[in-house]
């Protein structure tokens, strides 16, 4: 487990696709220098953005899979009181999906506890419309449950932004191994993600204690 402070979920999807590039591996830069020229050759300027998170997001996914488990616990003073310390634990899916420009994606899943507030977000390295997305979620080998996911306005997370139904959803995480997560794509295939949340347990002690989860 590390723990990085400051450091906020926004920061792998907002930084330049150069830096996104000095994150990947020696082995992986011959593909990602491919990748940036793919991304370089899009001409609307938000498709090209999406196509540089994209990036930035596999670069997420090399760092978290650098950590026992695949989470990251990150920890950075509260907006609100910088004598208090908020928190998120995150981790990238164990699958790509397909981003803006056909550049391969990895999905985010993040759980914070800011300013006493649940939080549970996810980042698909891309914006999508709408100001709720329909999604359909499985844990382990349960039912699959339907529900939606409200948008942040920037279009680029979603999620539960009520604390006590994030902290219901978290504590259902804490007792499963994987959750499987669709977001059905009008006109094209549905963005399909897994998150392993084995590792989740054992980084989740301090966003327990900062936002009193029972």
């Known amino acids: 487990m590390r723990l990085l402070a400051p450091a906020l979920f926004g ?7 150069a830096s996104a590039l000095f994150l990947l591996s020696a082995a992986a830069m011959a593909q990602g220098a491919a990748d940036l020229s ?3 050759a899009i001409d609307e300027d938000a498709a090209r953005l999406d196509c540089y998170d994209g990036l930035a997001a596999m670069a997420a996914d090399e760092a978290a899979r650098a950590d026992p488990g695949g989470w990251v616990l990150d920890a950075w003073p509260s907006r609100l009181n910088p004598a208090w310390t908020d928190y998120e634990a995150w981790t990238a899916a164990i699958n790509p999906v397909a981003g803006a420009g056909g550049v ?3 999905p985010v899943l993040a759980v914070r506890c800011e300013q006493g507030e649940t939080r549970a977000l996810f980042s698909f390295g ?9 999604v359909y979620s499985r ?3 349960g039912e699959v449950q339907a529900g939606e996911l409200t948008l942040a306005p920037d279009g680029r997370r ?10 219901r959803f978290v504590a ?24 392993e949340l ?3 347990a054992a980084v989740a002690g301090p966003l327990k204690e900062a936002c009193a989860w029972e």
């Open 104 to 106: 391969p994606v990895y």
């Open 158 to 167: 979603l999620g539960l932004w009520d604390s006590g139904e994030s902290a």
């Open 172 to 195: 259902a995480l804490l007792g499963a191994e994987r959750l499987r997560l669709q977001i059905p794509v009008a006109g094209g295939e549905p963005l399909t993600a897994a998150f």
């Open 126 to 134: 891309r914006a999508l419309a709408g100001e709720t997305v329909q």
């Open 198 to 200: 084995a590792g989740l």
């Open 38 to 40: 793919a991304c370089l």
């Open 139 to 141: 844990l382990d080998a």
């Open 11 to 17: 920061l792998f999807f907002s930084i330049l696709a």
